[in-house]
């Protein structure tokens, strides 16, 4: 664990699908690139997909695939604490508690609610919360508890998760209000990486890459389906000797994420320079991701597979969050009166 001084950081990973490379760049490595800032935490939020995800089998595997892909990205469990939301049963009893305290008008402004409420009026539904789970509506509830259970001073989140947060520091607030005689949480603060556009990386049909779209390439497939997603790429039809803008152009714009400056350089020279195909752009694109990925891949097919080390790491994850949120929830208890 870092030293003691260093802030204390959680952020839950929604395990929905296949990492892909937009996750890699958006999330996973600015992510792991504050690890050694902050004592870092980060736990699969595998009861959060339930809201969603309905087949055993699958939310398994992506549970088990997300932190494989965490790890083998360069998570270092030995100093950054991870686990799975499931195996701190904790948080349900403190959900439970912040339930009580929690205006139902909060729940009804978080975005996510409201967009399905918009959506079924566009759809001139007369029921506006059709479709509606309960557990949709408490999301950023469970989410709040996720966090303060954890005594989080940064949840580091992408921009549409700014509210969830919010939301979060109010529920403390409320807290500390009543019962803070008693205890008080800490009240967590949002870190919002740069916002880079850069960072956007566009899928295989030249939108932004998605699990919703279908248009992933996810970072730790074989080589060989590597090489045909990339050739997939959409490109435009200017002839192999005109000068090409590389910034323009959906492979570029994923190889300036993962290759050297220098090379991003040369690259863009050489295609304004016309002579270069989109042909050869892809094959090199495939070069840099293979030799990047490989070593990773090796890493995450190891511990993907049933029995690995994982499940160590992840019983070892789930002993020191558990002593952690137990020491939260038996202070809440008995600030509660129970
Ligand atoms: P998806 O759109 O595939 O469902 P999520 O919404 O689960 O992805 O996003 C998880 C994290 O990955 C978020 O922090 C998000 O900002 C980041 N991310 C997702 N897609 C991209 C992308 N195409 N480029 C950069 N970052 C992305
Ligand atoms: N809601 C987040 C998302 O959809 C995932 C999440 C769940 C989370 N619990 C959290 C993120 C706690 C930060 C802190 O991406």
Not at 63 to 88: C, F, H, M
Not at 285 to 312: H, K, N, T
Request: proline share 6%; net charge negative.
């Amino acid at each position: 664990m870092a030293s003691p001084v260093q802030k204390i950081s959680v952020t839950g990973i929604k395990p929905t699908g296949e990492p892909h490379l937009g996750n890699y760049i958006g999330a996973i490595r600015p992510a792991l690139d504050l690890a050694s800032e902050y004592q870092a935490m980060y736990f699969i939020a595998d009861y959060h997909a339930l809201t969603t995800l309905r087949d055993p089998e699958l939310l398994r595997h992506y549970t088990r695939s997300v932190a494989a892909s965490w790890i083998a990205a360069g998570l270092d469990p030995e100093r950054t604490l991870i686990y799975r939301q499931s195996d701190v049963p904790e948080t349900f009893e403190l959900n439970w508690v912040m339930s009580c305290l929690t205006g139902k008008g909060l729940m009804n402004r978080a975005h996510a609610y409201k967009a399905a409420r918009d959506r079924n009026e566009e759809a001139g539904r007369s029921d506006l919360d059709a479709g509606v789970n309960m557990g949709l509506f408490n999301y950023p509830l469970l989410m709040a508890v996720d966090i303060l259970i954890m005594n989080a001073e940064v949840v580091p989140v992408g921009k549409d998760q700014v509210q969830h947060v919010e939301i979060a520091a109010d529920i403390a607030g409320s807290f500390n209000h009543v019962y803070g005689a008693g205890y008080r949480f800490t009240v967590p603060k949002p870190l919002i990486p740069d916002t880079d556009n850069a960072r956007t990386l566009p899928g295989v049909d030249g939108r932004k890459m998605s699990k919703s779209y279908d248009n992933t390439i996810p970072l730790f497939i074989p080589a060989s389906k590597l090489k045909k997603l990339v050739r997939r790429i959409p490109t435009d039809s200017t002839p192999v000797e005109d000068p090409k803008n590389a910034d323009d152009s959906s492979v570029f714009q994923i190889l300036r994420q993962f290759a050297d400056e220098e090379v991003v350089e040369d690259t863009r020279t050489r295609l304004a320079a016309g002579g270069v195909g989109w042909g050869v752009l892809k094959d090199q694109l495939f070069e840099i991701l293979d030799e990047q990925l490989a070593p990773m891949r090796e890493r995450y097919e190891a511990l993907v597979a049933p029995g690995s080390e994982l499940d160590d790491i992840l019983a070892a994850g789930a002993e020191k969050a558990r002593a952690r949120a137990g020491e939260t929830l038996a202070a809440v208890r008995n600030a509660v009166g129970i």
